[in-house]
């Protein structure tokens, strides 16, 4: 049987699915029909078709995407495991002592850079005192190095401390960045879904960190560190960024998030933020540390601020009397952006606050009224994000 054959029996069959159909209904003692054309049929079909496979295409990416995290984190593993043999390290100093030393000194600074600007002050973090307890291996060979090249010896034990250093780092970030991504998720956010629209606006020149000479830091453990800091990096900004503070000093809350009754048609409506009633004037405030992407009359909304947080949290201030910050304008938390008014569509003064992730309003309530404990984690994330960020 011919391709051409078979093709047009499948498009026969699949005709014979889509027919002219009528439904005949009985009630009170009346008879009605409902008639379904094939034409509608066949639509509803391929809508339907579309949603299931758009949805597949979707799920399929993330799912690539998640094994390519995973595969990344076993490379970064097995690559770990293969640390320069104490030969090999024998081998560098035995070619040039100077150059090795130029080396550790420029892996001191590295060191020394990456604990200022992301960690502070890490317990025991002088790499100049000797370790109380070294590993067995690192032991062996800093006794071969002192054997053959004895006056290496002194620089052995120094990289010996920076490598000890550079895991104690290591183990801290990790640390930290499980403490962020349990806090993110109490927030009913994904931290994986954060961090990669954070990696999304990175970029510039590739420039080896010991100039042209050499391709990388040798010691994966460094290279482990790097990647360790960025993700902590990653995750303290994003959780930083969580809108967590009252934006206005009231505590009567006149409308929730969803489904309500709308004030002036009393029809279902969706109501996307909360509203918190007040007198007019009463200050408004920044939810979070942001950027103003908008600041003026904005329709129904009345006098409105809108903040951009980083990655991709939006918090809106609306029915506002008066504005006091400008579009472009960075704004920290707590900051007093406007006043509480009843501009626009608004049956009295209050205050219309919403969050908005990607352009999909979500339910603020689970940020102001998030755990204490959660919210000294984010206070500690916010304290070393903002630090790092006045270095800068």
């Known amino acids: 049987m011919s391709l051409k054959t078979r093709m047009s029996g499948w498009k026969n069959r699949i005709a014979g699915w889509f027919i002219d159909r009528e439904f005949f209904m009985r009630a009170n ?31 399929l ?96 034990r120094v990289e010996v401390r920076q490598i000890q250093f550079a895991e104690k780092m290591t183990k801290v970030a990790l640390a930290r960045t499980s403490k962020a991504e349990a806090a993110i998720r109490q927030f009913g956010l994904n931290p994986d879904v954060l961090a990669r629209q954070a990696r999304s606006a990175q970029g510039g020149v590739f420039e080896p960190f010991f100039g042209s000479a050499k391709k990388d830091v040798r010691d994966p453990r460094f290279l482990k560190l790097a990647a360790s800091l960025s993700r ?7 959780l930083a960024a969580i809108p967590t503070s009252m934006p206005a000093a009231a505590v009567m809350m006149s ?27 009463t200050p408004i405030l920044s939810a979070a540390e942001g950027r103003v992407t908008f600041a003026g009359f904005n329709g129904g909304y009345g006098k409105t601020v809108e903040i951009t947080h980083a990655n991709g949290l939006l918090t809106r201030y ?53 755990n204490p404990d959660v919210l000294k984690v984010q206070t500690v994330a916010g304290n070393r994000a903002g630090n790092a960020a006045k270095e800068l």
């Open 29 to 59: 003692g009346q008879v009605r029909f409902l008639k379904l054309s094939a034409q509608l049929q066949r639509r509803v079909a391929g809508t339907v078709a579309s949603v299931v496979g758009l949805w597949l295409v979707v799920t």
């Open 61 to 156: 990416g993330m799912a690539i995407n998640q094994v390519s995290v995973t595969a990344q984190r076993v490379a970064l593993s097995e690559q770990e495991a293969k640390v320069e043999s104490a030969e090999e390290r024998v081998a560098n100093y035995r070619g040039s002592i100077d150059e090795v030393a130029k080396d550790l000194e420029r892996r001191q600074k590295m060191l020394e850079s990456l604990s200022d600007q992301y960690l502070g002050d890490v317990p025991e973090a002088n790499t100049q005192t000797p370790a109380k307890a070294k590993p067995a291996a690192e032991d062996q060979t800093v006794k071969t190095i002192s054997a053959v090249v004895p006056e290496a010896a002194g620089l052995a």
């Open 232 to 238: 902590m990096d990653a995750m303290e900004r994003a």
């Open 255 to 281: 409308s929730g998030f969803g489904f309500r009754s709308d004030p002036f048609t009393g029809a279902g409506a969706m109501h996307a933020g909360l509203d918190f009633k007040g007198p007019v004037g």
């Open 318 to 370: 609306a029915h506002l009397s008066g504005v006091h910050v400008t579009r472009g304008q960075m704004v920290h938390r707590g900051l007093q952006i406007g006043r509480m008014g009843s501009t626009g569509r608004s049956t009295g003064s209050h205050l219309h606050f919403e969050v908005r992730l990607n352009g999909r309003a979500i339910n603020p309530r689970k940020f102001l009224e998030a």
